[in-house]
C-alpha cells in the first residue's frame, strides 16, 4: 500500500488534533466522490441505486427504533434514581 502524505500545515498553526479532524473530513469526503463517481459504471450504478433505495425505505423504521431506545432508556433513567 503506498501512503503519500503532504503536509498542509507546515507552519503549526493548528494543533495535532485539528489537522487529524480536518484530514478525516477530507478523506470521508473523498470516499464519498468515489461512490458518486461509480454511478457512471452499470454494473455499480445498480448497487449503489440498491443501497440509495433501502436506506430511504430503513429511515422511518430507525425513526421508530429510536423513539422505542430512548422511551426505554427514560424508564431506566427514573428506575435508576
Do not use: C
Not at 488534533?17 to 463517481?37: N, P, R, S
Not at 423513539?67 to 427514560?74: E, L, R
Request: glycine share 2%; no cysteine; charged share 15%.
Amino acid at each position: 500500500m503506498l501512503v503519500i502524505k503532504y503536509d498542509f500545515f507546515y507552519d503549526q498553526f493548528y494543533d495535532l488534533y485539528t489537522q487529524q479532524t480536518l484530514a478525516a473530513i477530507a478523506v470521508g469526503l473523498m470516499w464519498f466522490k468515489l461512490f458518486t463517481w461509480m454511478r457512471i459504471y452499470d454494473p455499480t450504478a445498480f448497487f449503489l441505486r440498491l443501497l440509495t433505495e433501502t436506506f430511504v425505505d430503513v429511515k422511518d423504521f430507525f425513526i421508530m427504533f429510536l423513539v422505542i431506545i430512548t422511551a426505554f432508556a427514560n424508564v431506566m433513567f427514573i428506575l435508576n434514581a
